[in-house]
């Protein structure tokens, strides 16, 4: 049997301060901990945005970037990100960059629980083909940025807070090369 998956907690710098079970550290005092989200694109460009299970415990059926997730103790950034491409997205990706190192927020859903982040964005290239796993992706699509930042303007509600804060951070045009 797997050992149960651990997260990062963290003090208010940033620095590590002890881990914790992540199925206990999200609720509605959640203390401040890492996590990661990725922007993944493909060849032409376009990048994958992903709607939430039904079934997630924090802002279910909403659309949201490609995927995220939380390293584990000791687990580096870049590593966690191909590993939680394996496991949401069931992909392969290349190319993995850090597009903004700092980025932090807290949000609360309509349930009342807290997400409190420390969460470094990246960008990658998916490498083969999507099987994403039916319990962490509902639905997915590949669209052109430009078109994702119409619509997050257009209709924020309808997209995750941290995508809604972190699209006007991402330079626009990030992604390979057309």
């Not at 903004?100 to 969460?119: K, W």
Request: with cysteine; charged share 25%.
């Amino acid at each position: 049997m797997p050992e149960p998956e651990r997260v990062v907690l963290l003090d208010d710098h940033g620095r590590p301060a002890g881990t914790a079970l992540k199925s206990e550290v999200h609720g509605q005092d959640t203390p401040l901990h890492l996590a990661f989200s990725c922007y993944l694109f493909d060849e032409a460009g376009a990048v994958l945005v992903t709607r939430r299970a039904l079934t997630k415990r924090t802002w279910p059926g909403v659309w949201t970037n490609s995927f995220c997730g939380h390293p584990g103790p000791g687990e580096e950034l870049p590593e966690a990100v191909h590993r939680r491409a394996r496991e949401e997205l069931g992909a392969t990706v290349r190319d993995v960059s850090c597009e903004i190192p700092g980025f932090r927020y807290r949000a609360i859903d309509a349930s009342g629980i807290v997400e409190n982040e420390i969460c470094p964005v990246h960008t990658a290239v998916i490498d083969g083909d999507l099987e994403p796993d039916p319990s962490e992706v509902s639905e997915w699509a590949w669209v052109r940025p430009e078109d994702l930042r119409a619509a997050v303007e257009a209709a924020p509600f309808a997209f995750s807070p941290w995508l809604v804060e972190q699209l006007p951070q991402l330079t626009p045009g990030t992604g390979p090369p057309r």
